[in-house]
């Protein structure tokens, strides 16, 4: 069975400085990785996709095969990037999509 | 465009009463269609989904189950709520594949 870890609940850094959330996956098939992202009173909300290979509000991630992981960075960390970040695994068939606990972040000024 | 629609947005129901939460979707057909219980701490937990009308799938025993009777409707519901059924529960559909999900507002239920 697919699993999505997030191993840390809660990330604080000061603007300006950079910000990696992990995440971790373990999974027989060939998945398909996604960031969702959570502000404050507002819908989870997709950020980005590995298949898009984008740079969202300056997000990036990697999906690393050998390592099972799919870590989301940002250079320079924004007090709006404040938010709960989930990363979610989609399995082979394309209907279950499994997400991590959360990871939420905190961009101290 | 296409939206979601959930509600109630909070409710508060004794234990041992009957819940029915309502999700509709519009602009777009044969969605597939999801239920989500988010938890402090324990993240989103898959409860149930659907790739068609009638057609459920559970991914955790529990209290609860789900019904799709129209192509765009996807309802939540229990004969007896207990109180660990307290939490925020989350509607989200998906185009086939590869497109994201897209979630509702949620429903803040509190079983007293």
């Known amino acids: 069975a697919q699993r999505v870890t997030q191993p840390e609940k809660l990330l604080s850094v000061f603007k300006g400085a950079p910000v990696e959330l992990k995440c971790n996956y373990s999974y027989s098939g060939s998945p398909e990785l996604f960031w969702y992202v959570q502000y404050s009173r507002q819908r989870l909300q997709l950020l980005l996709r590995?298949?898009s290979r984008e740079s969202i509000k300056g997000f990036t991630a990697d999906l690393n095969k050998g390592e099972t992981s799919f870590h989301l960075k940002k250079p320079f960390a924004q007090e709006e990037d404040s938010a709960m970040y989930y990363c979610?695994?989609?399995?082979?068939?394309?209907?279950?999509?499994?997400f991590g606990e959360g990871t939420q972040l905190t961009v101290n000024p | 465009s296409q939206t979601i629609h959930q509600w109630p947005a909070t409710l508060v129901q004794p234990v041992g009463s009957p819940l029915s939460l309502e999700c509709t979707v519009e602009?777009?057909?044969?969605?597939?269609l999801y239920w989500y219980r988010q938890a402090a701490g324990r993240g989103l937990q898959l409860l149930f989904y659907?790739?068609?009308?009638?057609?459920i799938s559970s991914e955790v025993p529990q209290n609860l189950s789900a019904s799709r009777p129209q192509d765009r409707q996807f309802i939540l519901s229990s004969k007896k709520l207990l109180l660990s059924d307290s939490g925020f529960y989350l509607c989200?559909?998906?185009?086939?594949?590869?497109?994201?999900?897209?979630f509702g507002n949620g429903t803040r239920l509190t079983v007293t």
């Open positions: 590995h298949i």
């Open positions: 989200a559909w998906s185009g086939w594949r590869s497109s994201p999900l897209h």
């Open positions: 602009g777009t057909s044969n969605p597939n």
């Open positions: 659907s790739v068609g009308i009638g057609q």
């Open positions: 979610a695994l989609r399995e082979t068939s394309g209907s279950r999509l499994t």
